[in-house]
């Protein structure tokens, strides 16, 4: 007997829109600020190139070193930080996110699963206009950071919002490390969206329980138009061949 799906959750950054673009919008919003406040020019390019070779937690102080020496602090650094999880992004849907949501909105239930800082994930809602695409955005941030994924609480959220089951609850995410582990343990479908140019691209599941079951690398290529899960007849989570996608019929 086959459970009809009646539930699709997405998670945020680098699913359902680049996470580098909010990262290149960060930059310029910090960029301005350097510029006006200490005088200093280049900072958006430097703190690109710094982001491009894989310098993650310390670009500003990175970027500052080469282009102020000892022309800031540490309340520098924190103004800088504030900037940048508190500015309105220039982002937009990827195209197949897009496509997707406007083909399931009134069909489906919706719900977005998003982990990070309150202000700067309701930015994000805001700038991609979520509200009029999305049933449910869970933030949360605002359950506490113990309750950030993989912690089942965001997912039950979604099942007591909508009087669902997990059976009938899709999850697509790109993280390996967080994403699938709270919705596996609940019976949910997880599927793993493995874009190109994913910040996430080459992590892997540290363990069984956070793989996911499927994965895909497109969100155009799942046959949404008959989208159910048979418990039965879901493959095992598929050898990953690079540019391959493994299409989904749920």
């Known amino acids: ?58 670009i500003f102080n990175t970027v500052l070193d080469k282009l102020a020496a000892n022309r ?25 996110a897009e496509e997707i949501l406007k083909n399931l909105k009134g069909k489906k239930n919706l719900a977005i699963i998003t982990d990070g800082d309150l202000s700067t994930q ?16 869970v933030y949360t941030d605002a359950y506490g950071r113990e ?38 343990e609940l019976g949910w479908l997880t599927v793993r969206l493995r874009r190109p140019q994913s910040l996430h691209r080459l992590i892997e599941a540290p363990s069984p329980e956070f793989a996911p079951k499927l994965e895909i690398n497109s969100l155009s290529l799942v046959d949404w138009g008959n989208c159910f899960w048979s418990p039965k007849s879901v493959p095992p989570p598929p050898l990953r061949k690079r540019g391959n996608c493994a299409k989904g019929n749920f």
């Open 122 to 137: 309701k930015n994000k809602g805001k700038a991609l206009d979520l509200e009029n695409k999305i049933d449910l955005v």
């Open 147 to 184: 309750n950030w994924k993989p912690s089942k609480l965001p997912y039950e959220k979604v099942m007591d919002h909508f009087h669902v089951k997990g059976s009938e609850c899709v999850y697509i995410g790109d993280n390996p490390s967080k994403d699938f582990k709270g919705a596996n």
């Open 1 to 58: 007997m086959k459970t009809i799906t009646t539930t699709v959750v997405f998670d945020l950054d680098d699913t359902l829109y680049p996470e580098k673009d909010f990262v290149i919008s960060g930059f310029m919003a910090v960029d301005e600020w350097v510029c006006a406040h200490l005088g200093i020019k280049g900072f958006f390019q430097q703190a690109q190139e710094a982001f491009e070779q894989g310098i993650r937690g310390t």
């Open 72 to 96: 800031y602090n540490q309340l520098t650094i924190n103004e800088m930080i504030k900037i940048y999880r508190n500015h309105f992004p220039k982002i937009q849907l990827a195209t197949d």
